[in-house]
T-cell receptor, first 113, second 109 residues
Framework: DGGITQSPKYLFRKEGQNVTLSCEQN?????MYWYRQDPGQGLRLIYYSQIVNDFQKGDIAEGYSVSREKKESFPLTVTSAQKNPTAFYLC????????????FGPGTRLTVL | AQRVTQPEKLLSVFKGAPVELKCNYSYSGSPELFWYVQYSRQRLQLLLR??SRESIKGFTADLNKGETSFHLKKPFAQEEDSAMYYC???????????FGKGTMLLVSP
């Protein structure tokens, strides 16, 4: 099952540590996205990237950082500044930004102890 | 600003009953509307989009600009329809996708 992959599936970290979540896609998509999914909150956009070496903040970017050095990769770092990092994180990609279908990865569940 | 409202957190129906999952939006321009679905232990995936005017798995949705709604309907629910459903909106141009908070549909036998 190719497409878009996220690793690891589960991640545990101690409070105060930075942690990086991986997202890779082999769909040749230009745009990539990171969402946070919390019960009762739906999906909230953290960061997105339309093209390599460019990215923009979403609605809840504080305490997170990203990079887009390669078209196929869009890693997300959850920093110690994120006040409530325990959540389910979804990565997605699309051919471009706007009214395109977004393809989602399986997600990473991060638990900060 | 664009906003999507799904008023029901949970909708529980019996097999064979009609289903309507409500979605209302707020956007000043011409939006693109989508329904995404997440079945248990599966990835979030596109169910349908209004511009395609398709019926997927028996579901349809009509964009009502006057009422700013995009309700998802199915005449006869099946147990396999049980899932979390998200309504989403993309504005004009290079807009990002805004999701509603989701509605959990439970179809009982």
């Amino acid at each position: 099952d190719g497409g878009i992959t996220q690793s690891p599936k589960y991640l545990f970290r101690k409070e105060g540590q930075n942690v990086t979540l991986s997202c890779e896609q082999n769909l040749n998509h230009d745009a990539m996205y990171w969402y946070r999914q919390d019960p009762g909150q739906g999906l909230r956009l953290i960061y997105y990237s339309q093209i390599v070496n460019d990215f923009q903040k979403g609605d809840i970017a504080e305490g997170y950082s990203v990079s887009r050095e390669k078209k196929e990769s869009f890693p997300l770092t959850v920093t110690s500044a994120q006040k409530n990092p325990t959540a389910f994180y979804l990565c997605a990609s699309s051919p471009g930004q706007g009214a395109y279908e977004q393809f989602f990865g399986p997600g990473t569940r991060l638990t900060v102890l | 600003a664009q906003r999507v409202t799904q008023p029901e957190k949970l909708l529980s129906v019996f097999k064979g009953a009609p289903v309507e999952l409500k979605c209302n939006y707020s956007y000043s321009g011409s939006p693109e509307l989508f329904w995404y679905v997440q079945y248990s232990r599966q990835r979030l995936q596109l169910l349908l989009r209004h511009i395609s005017r398709e019926s997927i798995k028996g579901f349809t949705a009509d964009l009502n600009k006057g009422e700013t709604s995009f309700h998802l309907k199915k005449p006869f629910a099946q147990e396999e329809d049980s899932a979390m459903y998200y309504c989403a909106l993309s504005g004009s141009g290079y807009s990002t996708l805004t999701f509603g908070k989701g509605t959990m549909l439970l179809v009982s036998p």
